[in-house]
């Protein structure tokens, strides 16, 4: 079994900085990419930015130069910072593990999301 806890959502006025974490324990041999997705009111999940194990990493266009992804193999854990907060980055925040568990299986697992709102 393997579990993801994220933390670090909130409520912040547009131009303000939250930093989300993902940190995923249990059954693990290896974790190879993780992800953050988002997903607002009425509309569909869509990728915000990952990163592999060596820490290449991708961003969605509109996500890119505010936000950066990193990650802490030691810790098996996934941070998204986020900086100059827009009221359009409001959403359910995800994150996403692929890996290989101690029985030496892939398997991809979800967070239970994260509420980020950007409000004045």
């Known amino acids: 079994q393997v579990q993801l806890v994220e933390s670090g959502g909130g409520l912040v006025q547009p131009g303000g900085s939250l930093r989300l974490s993902c940190a995923a324990s249990g059954s693990i041999f290896r974790i190879n990419d993780m992800v953050w997705y988002r997903q607002a009111p009425g509309k569909e999940r869509e990728l915000v930015a990952g990163i592999t194990r060596g820490g290449s990493t991708n961003y969605a266009d509109s996500v890119k130069g505010r936000f950066t992804v990193s990650r802490d193999n030691a810790r098996n854990t996934v941070y998204l910072q986020m900086n100059t907060l827009k009221p359009e980055d409001t959403a359910v925040y995800y994150c996403?593990?692929?890996?290989?568990?101690?029985?030496?299986?892939?398997?991809?697992?979800w967070g239970q999301g994260t509420q980020v709102t950007v409000s004045s």
């Open positions: 996403n593990v692929n890996l290989v568990d101690s029985a030496l299986t892939y398997r991809v697992y």
